[in-house]
Antibody
Framework: QVQLVESGGGVVQPGRSLRLSCAAS????????IHWVRQAPGKGLEWVAV????????YYADSVKGRFTISRDNSKNTLYLQMNSLRAEDTAVYYC?????????????????WGQGTLVTVSS | DIQMTQSPSSLSASVGDRVTITCQAS??????LNWYQQKPGKPPKLLIS???NLETGVPSRFSGSGSGTDFTFTISSLQPEDIATYYC??????????FGQGTRLEIK
């Protein structure tokens, strides 16, 4: 079955960096756009970024633009999120989620399924 | 950016009740709206896509309707396992993709 497993979360000081990974299985990873979505403790869902099936198109929320970089390695069926200049407000559970389309252009937005999430805490 | 406003933010109902949640978009999003269910400590799950399309395996007591700016999510007969937070999400004119603030559903 389709499975997404995030890793790489932890406690990090403000201004530092962290890289999250999302390992995919059960589907042809290279055919689909993949998203990062985050959820601050006790709060709602916030879309973070998406990458197209081949890595050629990347889109970001304004709140992370210039600080976060989404990438993928289709040979390893793995998605990444490089997070730099972290702030306290970046504290959240980070989920990866598969889309049903490729994101060859700015179109899509069906998150199905989601991984279990990895917690990032930014604190001194 | 398109803003999504959900109401109510929380809701208490009895088993067997009909439950309705509304979601309003700040501009016309056609039928580009999905509904998700999130149980405590779990990731969200897609229940309804394209405003009214029930995902495979989702019980038929769940339904969605609407187009343009006004949308409705309904549970026809509330069951104990439906306790969760429900989110609407738009995918028209993306990015960014935006979510409603969520509706927390509790059993009375």
């Amino acid at each position: 079955q389709v499975q997404l497993v995030e890793s790489g979360g932890g406690v990090v000081q403000p201004g530092r960096s962290l890289r999250l990974s999302c390992a995919a299985s059960g589907f042809t990873f290279s055919n689909y756009g993949i998203h990062w979505v985050r959820q601050a403790p006790g709060k709602g869902l916030e879309w973070v970024a998406v990458i197209s099936y081949d890595g050629s198109n990347k889109y970001y929320a304004d709140s992370v633009k210039g600080r976060f970089t989404i990438s993928r390695d289709n040979s390893k069926n793995t998605l990444y999120l490089q997070m730099n200049s972290l702030r306290a407000e970046d504290t959240a559970v980070y989920y990866c989620a598969k889309d049903v389309v490729r994101w060859a252009g700015p179109y899509g937005g069906w998150f199905d399924p989601w991984g279990q999430g990895t917690l990032v805490t930014v604190s001194s | 950016d398109i803003q999504m406003t959900q109401s109510p933010s929380s809701l208490s109902a009895s088993v067997g009740d009909r439950v309705t949640i509304t979601c309003q978009a700040s501009q016309d999003i056609r039928n580009c709206l999905n509904w998700y269910q999130q149980k405590p400590g779990k990731p969200p799950k897609l229940l309804i896509s394209d405003a009214s399309n029930l995902e495979t395996g989702v019980p038929s007591r769940f339904s969605g309707s609407g187009s343009g700016t006004d949308f409705t999510f309904t549970i026809s007969s509330l069951q104990p396992e439906d306790i969760a937070t429900y989110y609407c999400q738009q995918y028209d004119n993306v990015p960014p993709i935006t979510f409603g603030q969520g509706t927390r559903l509790e059993i009375k």
